[in-house]
């Protein structure tokens, strides 16, 4: 099996209900973070940890987000024409990033699904699962650490970050046992979006996983859990009960880093204003206005 971890997969089949009427016509992918779509920053992301091949799980109507990531001759052009070479490097960005695949869901199972679909792509290697919802900010990469904790102990690696007791229930949760190694963890169990008071800690799973292919039997054989879908969480604590022999165990990486939440209204316009406030071309005036504004506020 190959140890080189090159393929990413990114589920991007969901309907985006949080924000609609936006996503009525547009994949949720597609909205602005500052001044590119969301998607881009995972891509940006995968690309820059060395995973150039990408398979896109996408379902209805994202035919937005394969254009976005293919040629517009047209737009090429006519910036050409006019020597705006600035926005024709914009425009050409997302077309040169990585190989990228597209496979449709068909079903909306569930995220563990979502995975599933990805089996024929894969094939016997281990791969990178990367959610849209969660920006990482260039500056703290978590891959290289997941991928340097595979390389070590094998098995499948998780992304884990200390969250409030009140909010993990949004999230998958570990249990978790310490290892010498500062800042990893070996983790026991998990369960998704657990209800309260039955959280085993307050380390939330969050959207990067590096996982085995023994994921895709284990998802096979997974029952429909949280919400009559299909977890990736559920085939990650069967993996985490399996011994080495057969592609189990779990590792954690706790991120203590800078992460946007883009999964909801208010997280989405929170990490519009953090990222756009830290930017050379908008931050100095929007961080002016913010000030002003906030104290006619209060
Ligand atoms: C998914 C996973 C959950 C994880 C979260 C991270 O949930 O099911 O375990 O903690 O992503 O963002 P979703 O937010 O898609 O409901």
């Given at each position: ?170 999230y998958g949760c570990a ?51 949280r919400g009559g879908e ?69």
């Amino acid at each position: 099996m190959s140890e080189i971890v090159r393929k990413a997969v990114v589920p991007a089949a969901g309907l985006g209900t949080r924000f609609l009427p936006a996503t009525k016509a547009t994949p949720k992918e597609m909205l602005p973070v500052v001044d590119k779509p969301a998607i881009q920053y995972v891509v940006e992301e995968a690309v820059a940890a060395g995973l150039d091949d990408l398979l896109f799980i996408t379902g209805r109507s994202k035919r937005p987000l394969e254009d976005h990531f293919d040629r517009n001759l047209e737009l090429e052009d006519t910036l050409q024409r006019k020597g705006d070479l600035e926005r024709l490097a914009q425009v050409t960005e997302s077309t040169d990033l990585g190989r990228i695949h597209y496979v449709r869901q068909g079903d909306p199972l569930g995220l563990g699904h979502a995975v599933l679909v990805a089996e024929d792509h894969v094939g016997n290697e281990p791969f990178a699962v990367l959610l849209g919802d969660d920006l990482i900010d260039p500056r703290d990469p978590v891959l290289p650490t997941m991928m340097r904790v595979r390389a070590e102990h094998g098995g499948s690696v998780v992304c884990l970050m200390e969250v409030p007791a009140e909010s993990i229930g949004l999230y998958g949760c570990a249990a978790i046992e310490p290892l010498d190694d500062p800042g990893v963890v070996r983790v026991t169990d998990l369960v998704e979006k657990p209800e309260p008071g039955q959280a085993p800690s307050t380390l939330a799973v969050i959207g990067r996983y590096l996982l085995d292919p023994a994921v895709f039997d284990v998802l096979r054989a997974t029952e429909p859990g949280r919400g009559g879908e299909i977890q990736l969480t559920d085939a990650l604590r069967t993996l985490a009960a399996m011994g080495p022999e057969s592609g189990g165990g779990v590792h954690g990486v706790v991120f203590s880093g800078r992460r946007y939440d883009t999964g909801d209204r208010l997280s989405y316009l929170q990490a519009n204003i953090m990222l756009a406030s830290e930017r050379e071309d908008l931050g100095p005036a929007l961080r002016a206005w913010l000030t002003d504004f906030v104290a006619t506020w209060s």
